[in-house]
């Protein structure tokens, strides 16, 4: 497997520290010291490698580390704060993923046998990397070399990166996500409701009703699914939302707290206090002089590429 990770941080060297696209569809990367305020956030449905250094994913109460041994899949929409490391020998933290298509999921499991599998019942996981998930990557990422073979090759080596965590421990995941009848699924129904409103009052009822559900077992289910209350699910929405607003727009705390649904700023930054460790004012002048400096390499990064120069 060692070699399949060479050359696959060799075809993906050029990833920055930020979302960078390769242009196969839902296909990413990312290298580098990741900006703080964009590790907290609520991540889409994806299949997560690391290639080089680790990484570790807070949800609610639990904490998830993995590296190049392993890979980590959401199958629903999660708030999450994470935290990126080096590799040993200092080189840095380079990842790739893959954002879910449930359409594309579903007409797979279509074309798949029914499997017995133990239910666990939560969104999120991780699992052993496998040298045929690697080999399924790497010819993934060979496209970013032959781009106009992507759009004949990139849906067969989609299918085949979610053939092979479907056939892993957790494939169940995958298959209950793509499926409408499952306590996953049904959760997941008020998910999309709670980002759509977040900044709404939160009604246990309607999304319990949306979901299936007598309101215990709504409760009972959302919990296992996302490591969070609905109440605690909201907050953090909002929260992220929140500092978004903060540090893209400069709005002010009153106005961003008040944008994303609270009516006390006084509530809104002790919570805010509660999730990033300072109070919202603090926190952008902690973060602010670190997004300027990122902003000026990345404009003089892209002013010596356009003119053939490197650094």
Excluded: C
């Amino acid at each position: 497997m060692q070699t399949q990770l060479d050359e696959m941080r060799a075809l993906t060297a050029a990833a920055r520290n930020q979302r960078t696209e390769t242009g196969i569809p839902r296909i990413a990367m990312v290298q580098g010291e990741i900006p703080e305020h964009k590790l907290a956030a609520v991540y889409d449905p994806m299949i997560n490698l690391i290639l080089q250094g680790s990484k570790s994913l807070t949800i609610g109460s639990h904490t998830l580390h993995y590296d190049p041994a392993t890979y980590f899949v959401m199958s629903i929409d999660l708030p999450a704060v994470g935290k990126v490391r080096p590799a040993a020998d200092g080189a840095p933290y380079l990842a790739v993923s893959l954002t879910l298509d449930l359409t594309l999921l579903g007409s797979l499991l279509a074309d798949l046998p029914i499997r017995d599998e133990q239910h666990k019942e939560t969104g999120f996981s991780v699992a052993a990397v496998t040298p045929e998930l690697l080999d399924a990557w790497l010819r993934m990422l060979r496209l970013m070399n032959r781009p106009s073979d992507i759009a004949a090759l990139a849906p067969a080596y989609e299918r085949e990166i979610l053939y092979r965590v479907l056939q892993g421990p957790n494939g169940w995941m995958l298959r209950d996500i793509a499926s409408p009848d499952t306590a996953l699924a049904r959760v997941n129904l008020a998910i999309q409701w709670i980002r759509r409103h977040f900044a709404e009052p939160l009604r246990t009822e309607l999304l319990a009703e949306k979901a299936t559900m007598s309101v215990s077992a709504f409760h009972r289910h959302f919990k296992a699914v996302t490591a969070l209350s609905p109440l605690q699910f909201q907050k953090q929405v909002r929260l992220m939302h929140a500092r978004t607003l903060l540090f893209s727009t400069g709005r002010s705390v009153t106005a961003a707290a008040l944008d994303v649904g609270y009516e006390s700023p006084t509530q809104f930054s002790r919570e805010y206090a509660r999730a990033f460790g300072l109070p919202p004012t603090k926190d952008v002048d902690r973060i602010a002089p670190r997004m300027t400096r990122e902003r000026t390499r990345t404009k003089i990064t892209n002013q010596n590429e356009s003119s053939g120069r490197t650094l």
